[in-house]
């Protein structure tokens, strides 16, 4: 079984910082991709950053400049830095990867069940 464990969400005025933190656990062969969405009321799930193994990334145009996006291999975990935090970034944060399990050595999507980001104005 595969894990996503996301953590950092909270409550920030308007202009704060938040680093949320998504750890994968499982027999793991590799990660392709890592990367964060979020859901607000009434709206889609969108996504607002990925980052490949090699560390190439993307990002929705609405975050650029203000959040950051890492990841650490060896701990097979996913960071997002956000930074100058609006109110319409309240929403569900969901971690995703594409990851290869050891024992089929075939690639799935994962997603954590999300934390909440909530900026007050």
């Known amino acids: 079984q595969v894990h996503l464990v996301e953590s950092g969400g909270g409550l920030v005025e308007a202009g704060g910082s938040l680093r949320l933190s998504c750890a994968a656990s499982g027999s793991i062969l590799g990660i392709n991709l890592m990367g964060w969405y979020r859901q607000a009321p009434g709206k889609q799930r969108e996504l607002v950053a990925t980052?490949?193994?090699?560390?190439?990334?993307n990002y929705a145009d609405s975050v650029k400049g203000r959040f950051t996006i890492s990841r650490d291999n060896a701990k097979n975990t996913v960071y997002l830095q956000m930074t100058t935090l609006k109110p319409e970034d309240t929403a569900v944060y969901y971690c995703y990867c594409n990851l290869v399990l050891v024992a089929t050595r075939s690639s799935f999507n994962y997603w954590g069940q999300g934390t909440q980001v909530t900026v007050s104005s």
């Open positions: 980052t490949t193994s090699s560390g190439i990334t």
